[in-house]
């Protein structure tokens, strides 16, 4: 079971799991096979970097909304980060199931398997600075809030 249809089924209303919560779909495997594909710019080469950035300042700008959500969390609700992990052009951006923040700490499990070799796999539990957050997305009813990268990515056609 890929990323999305974990998220999908994490977001899903509690008691509605016939009704999940709007998300992209899941993207193809094979990305060589885009004539898009550019290693200039981040997702596919057609996101300009500045957008993302927006995007990533606006989650880091409104973490607290996504903390004060998480401490009065209800049973069997879902809280994702997104961070960063490897070094230069080996970085890939993941998602990872919050179990715990702490004193300017996350914990948590990375959703799934990195494209690249990073040392992390899914289901590997991983430390994460509250300042390494690039993205965050919660469930409230059957309302999603935050995504803001998952916005950019999904208003320019792609798929994450």
Excluded: C
């Excluded at 998602?95 to 948590?108: A, K, P, Q, S, T």
């Amino acid at each position: 079971m890929g990323i999305w249809d974990r998220l999908k089924k994490k977001l899903a209303h509690p008691g509605d799991a016939e009704t999940p919560l709007a998300l992209p779909d899941p993207p193809s495997t094979d990305r060589r096979d885009s004539s898009i594909f550019n290693e200039k710019t981040p997702i596919l080469g057609v996101i300009p970097p500045e957008e993302m950035a927006r995007a990533e300042a606006e989650a880091r700008r409104r973490f607290p909304e996504f903390i004060s959500a998480f401490e009065r969390r209800e049973p069997g609700s879902t809280f994702f980060i997104k961070a960063a992990f490897g070094q230069g052009e080996g970085r890939e951006h993941l998602w990872i199931d919050v179990e715990l923040i702490h004193e300017g700490n996350i914990r948590g499990q990375i959703t799934a398997d990195p494209k690249r070799e990073i040392g992390y796999r899914s289901g590997d539990t991983v430390n994460v600075r509250v300042t390494d957050v690039t993205d965050w997305t919660y469930s409230e009813g059957k309302t999603r809030l935050g995504g803001f990268t998952i916005a950019v990515i999904k208003k320019a056609g792609l798929e994450e």
